[in-house]
């Protein structure tokens, strides 16, 4: 049996439906800032299960309470009140946004994002969603509709009705596209897949002024910025920015599969009209519960804001002419590039460390944010190494 098992790439495929593409490693451990191929190799992981991962791989606190959570109650319907939905509910209360004061709980990000699109049309009666041009949001068919590449619906037409994308950071364009038949904005603080481009100031302020005017709701995803990845525990906190709904998932249970709508008192949403078989299972609750007040603890968002300084600073004054620009925000990090970023990615496999990209030249760093200074140190040296070879 040992033999037959021994090759997982080969078992894979030949059963897996392969949507992903392949690294051609086989990862089978984990354990702070890295991961352990098939073969015993160590990698420092700097992409973080696509940033969910921000507690780093094996956290005691993490594995204690899904540990504790699995042996007393897995699975709890809706229709009940529940000791760790209860906690956790309070919890991200307490650490979101004013004016968030209620919670619709799912599995993923693409799920919270359904939640909010249906949720702004519900409660204003109107259809039409503006996105900005380079966002993502997912990839169920309300998300993708929001999500501006083609790429990402090749194949899936038609999609849902009523969507418009606008460009990015251009006060302008929202004062266009915004209007009375608006039923909701959807913005991401932080582009992560469109290429790690931060919003500005002025453009987030805008945006809050006319969806207030207009009445169309403001719908903010922190999907990947959210839970201390920015250097806040929101991205939308540097702005002091008050979203309608909040988006979030990925590292809101420290890896464990769930996510979350936040909602203000603007949105009004009647019994039958959302629901979820797995949306908020006590086992994930307890996860989240606990991975939100490790972050607290141990000050991921402080680490990840002074950790991205440094790596910025170092990169910068490495001044390597293959770079086109830096753009950073706690550990969240893109640098843009004057070629392909796969080659400098597959480099940096090839020397123990795990990249990802965000679009063709935009090589990403999303690091755990429990990655210690001399960790970050040698991811740091190793990608002046690695760019220093292409310019």
Known sequence: MTSVLADYAAIQQDHELDVYGKRGITLVRGEGSRVWDSQGRAYLDCIAGQGAANLGHGHPALIEAITQQAKTLISCPGAFYNDQKALLLKELISIAPEGLNRAFLTNSGTESVEAALKFARISTGRTQIVAAKRGFHGRTFGAMSATFNPKYAKGSHPLVPDFTHIAFNKVEALQEAVTQETAGLILEVVQGEGGVFPADAAYLEEARRI????????????????????????????????????????????????????????????????????????????????????????????????????????????????????????????????????????????????????????????????????DMEHVTQTLISVLGDLS
């Open 211 to 374: 969806c207030d005017e207009t009445g169309a709701l403001l719908i903010i995803d922190e999907v990947q910025t959210g839970f201390a990845r920015t250097g806040e525990m929101f991205a939308c906190q540097h702005f002091q920015l008050r979203p309608d709904i909040m988006c979030l998932a990925k590292s809101i249970a420290g890896g464990f599969p769930m996510g979350a709508t936040l909602v203000n008192e603007k949105v009004m949403v009647k019994v039958g009209q959302h629901g979820s078989t797995f949306g908020g299972n006590p086992l994930a609750c307890a996860a989240s519960l606990t991975a939100i007040r490790v972050m607290k603890h141990e000050d991921l968002a402080g680490n990840a804001a002074r950790l991205g300084a440094l790596f910025k600073r170092a990169l910068e004054e490495a001044n390597l002419p293959v770079v086109r620009d830096i753009r950073q925000m706690g550990l969240m990090i893109g640098v843009e590039l004057k070629v392909k970023a796969r080659t400098a990615i597959t480099a940096m496999m090839e020397r123990g460390i795990l990249t990802l990209p965000a679009g063709a030249t935009v090589l990403r760093l999303l690091p755990p944010l429990t990655i210690t200074e001399e």
